[in-house]
T-cell receptor, first 116, second 114 residues
Framework: DAGVIQSPRHEVTEMGQEVTLRCKPI?????LFWYRQTMMRGLELLIY????????DSGMPEDRFSAKMPNASFSTLKIQPSEPRDSAVYFC??????????????FGPGTRLTVL | AQKVTQAQTEISVVEKEDVTLDCVYE???????LFWYKQPPSGELVFLIR??????QNEISGRYSWNFQKSTSSFNFTITASQVVDSAVYFC???????????FGTGTRLTVIP
């Protein structure tokens, strides 16, 4: 079975540009998570969805960040406008069923974003 | 509040040595889950183990073993006879029952020197 799929794997953009990161969770999983990883701050949870509904977006750093999950098999994380401090690796993860705490999260390979 | 502390930022060992990675957690919940993940140089996060708060039995999987002690709120990870392929960043994480998100520690970077 395919794991969590993220695209692109690498993105280099210039400050001020819009960036869209994409994620396809594992089929049948109903919860999806977006994380950001930097050397300074480690792994940070940005937002998560249960059944396509955003549950907690308190980790989204500011209004420049937005996330959507239009259906069970696709989510996007958008940064508009991007800034150099947004440079990080962005991970998407999914679990079979939210609301239990039991399941391990299955992570995608990550998108390495560089904002010049 | 939930918190996971991995006090060891970096560890270096020579191949075939044993190494223990420490993890201390804080939670007010009586039911919770603890996890270990591995992040090799390639960057992906790989699940290693889950332990629930009611199961304090130690677990062994090949060269890996985990020691869970509720009395000290610790969930330590030992690699026996380390190998170069064990070089990675290892994360300990905590989740609450009924919740979704994981609280990650800051990770321990393990370097195994040939």
């Amino acid at each position: 079975d395919a794991g969590v799929i993220q695209s692109p794997r690498h993105e280099v953009t210039e400050m001020g540009q819009e960036v869209t990161l994409r994620c396809k969770p594992i089929s049948g999983h109903n919860s999806l998570f977006w994380y950001r990883q930097t050397m300074m701050r480690g792994l940070e949870l940005l937002i998560y969805f249960n059944n396509n509904v955003p549950i907690d977006d308190s980790g989204m750093p500011e209004d420049r960040f937005s996330a959507k999950m239009p259906n069970a098999s696709f989510s996007t994380l958008k940064i508009q406008p991007s800034e150099p401090r947004d440079s990080a690796v962005y991970f998407c993860a999914s679990i079979p069923r939210g609301g239990t705490g039991f399941y391990e999260q299955f992570f995608g390979p990550g998108t390495r974003l560089t904002v010049l | 509040a939930q918190k996971v502390t991995q006090a060891q930022t970096e560890i270096s060992v020579v191949e075939k040595e044993d190494v223990t990675l420490d993890c201390v957690y804080e939670t007010r919940d009586t039911t919770y889950y603890l996890f270990w993940y591995k992040q090799p140089p390639s960057g992906e996060l790989v699940f290693l183990i889950r332990r629930n708060s009611f199961d304090e039995q130690n677990e062994i999987s090949g060269r890996y073993s985990w020691n869970f002690q509720k009395s000290t709120s610790s969930f330590n990870f030992t690699i026996t006879a380390s190998q170069v392929v064990d070089s990675a960043v290892y994360f300990c994480a905590l989740s609450q029952t009924g919740a979704n998100n994981l609280f990650f520690g800051t990770g321990t970077r393990l370097t195994v020197i040939p």
